[in-house]
């Protein structure tokens, strides 16, 4: 069974700084992983979603990564702002279909500091 | 449009109750999944169902049930409720496994 793990658990930066926010994994097996935030008492955004056959993707100021050799996966923001505030999660689908539903690491809880 | 909506948002009750958390999504999805996040804000897979067939989580207690009169929509029925069922129950869908999964807002519920 797929095991995710997020470090670091808590990040807390200036605005404008550039950061990585990782993901690793156990079964180098997998479909897809896809990232997403969560607001404090709100449900999940997906950001990105990287295929097995993809080392990366981007969207705006956001680029993950993916080495399925290695088993990780890096979130990178660049030029943060405090509206990036929110924790990030990274999870991937549990089983060869998807049917299962996806794994979720404990995700990363992110500030940015004015 | 919101593309998976549950409701309620928030949900009060008091222990040995029985209620439902209705969810829908307008994608077009094939896949339909409840989660529960926890209050250490742990996300973890309750149910997925797709084409009437249903998998579910072994630690998923059998006083929950979800519920699927259509492909637009998975219910979840909860049965004598429990102060540690107290959490936030998310809708999801995707269209398969390889693809980009959507949530819904949550369903905070608290049993007291």
């Known amino acids: 069974k797929q095991e995710v793990t997020q470090i670091p658990a808590a990040l807390s930066v200036p605005e404008g700084e550039n950061l990585v926010l990782n993901c690793s994994f156990t079964d180098s097996a997998i479909y897809n992983l896809q990232w997403f935030r969560q607001d404090p008492g709100k449900g999940l955004t997906s950001l990105l979603l990287i295929q097995s056959s993809q080392r990366e993707q981007t969207s705006g100021r956001l680029n993950a990564s993916l080495d399925k050799s290695s088993g990780r996966s890096t979130l990178y923001i660049a030029a943060s702002q405090p509206g990036d505030s929110a924790t990030y999660l990274c999870a991937f689908p549990d089983s060869g279909g998807g049917a299962d539903g996806l794994t979720f690491g404990k995700g990363t809880h992110l500030i940015i500091q004015p | 449009d919101t593309a998976v909506s549950q409701t309620p948002k928030y949900l009060v009750t008091q222990m040995g109750n029985d209620k439902s958390i209705k969810c829908e999504q307008n994608?077009?999805?094939?896949?339909m999944y409840w989660y529960k996040q926890d209050s250490k804000k742990f996300l973890k897979i309750m149910f997925s169902?797709?084409?009437?067939?249903?998998?579910i989580n072994e630690t998923v207690p059998n006083r929950f049930s979800p519920k699927s009169p259509d492909k637009a929509h998975l219910n979840l029925h909860i049965n004598s409720l429990e102060l540690g069922d107290s959490a936030v129950y998310f809708c999801?869908?995707?269209?398969?496994?390889?693809?980009?999964?959507?949530f819904g807002q949550g369903t905070r519920l608290t049993v007291v």
């Open positions: 169902y797709n084409n009437k067939e249903l998998i």
């Open positions: 994608l077009g999805h094939d896949t």
């Open positions: 999801a869908s995707s269209q398969d496994g390889a693809s980009e999964a959507f």
